[in-house]
């Protein structure tokens, strides 16, 4: 191998060596940063209010449906994308009854379906 490709060689070798140990370098020093940062801010930060819990809680009760809806003729299970039934067979929760017919409730606009 010719003298002039050879010191190439060896100096783009060790270029990427030092790039790549300084990239780690940085990182594990970044790293320890985010650790520090986080046990000093879990020492000095207060339990939450009450009633800042029981607000997020409301919100969550609000825009997410329940896993399942129990009613005296069974229990219904949350459905993503409700199946077509009979009219029947349909109980908006809000304003119908469930009956032992009903194999689909609505409550506040979700679907819950009977598996």
Sequence with gaps: ?????????IIIASCC?????????IRELIDNKKVIDSTINDNDTTPPKK???QIEYERKARTEPAEKVVTEHGVFYYAPFPKQFPRDEI???????????TNQV???GYYYEKK
Excluded: G, H, P, Q
Excluded at 91 to 101: F, H
């Design 106 to 108: 609505i409550v506040k």
């Design 17 to 25: 060596f030092v790039l790549m140990s300084a990239f780690f370098i």
């Design 91 to 101: 109980a908006n929760r809000d304003i119908d009854e469930v009956t032992e017919d």
């Design 1 to 9: 191998m010719n003298k002039k490709y050879l010191r190439r060689t």
């Design 51 to 53: 009633e800042d819990w």
